[in-house]
């Protein structure tokens, strides 16, 4: 992840939390419409691609939204 951060995805909540390296967690990000998050990916620009599997689609999160 960027800065040493863990993104996990918790598809029994339909969430992502975010972790410190230490494993504090700093975030949770709770869409709504999610219904399986499969995967995650981040890339160089801090935008977090979340595969909801149960709606079969890639979502692409920006820093900004």
Do not use: C, H, M, W
């Amino acid at each position: 992840g960027l800065d040493g951060l863990v993104f996990v995805a918790d598809s029994g909540e339909g969430r992502i939390v975010v972790l410190s390296s230490e494993g504090v967690e700093v975030a949770v990000v709770k869409a709504e419409g999610f219904d399986e998050v499969a995967d995650l990916g981040v890339d160089d620009y801090g935008s977090l691609y979340v595969l909801d599997a149960g709606n079969q689609r890639v979502v692409k999160l920006t820093p900004d939204n």
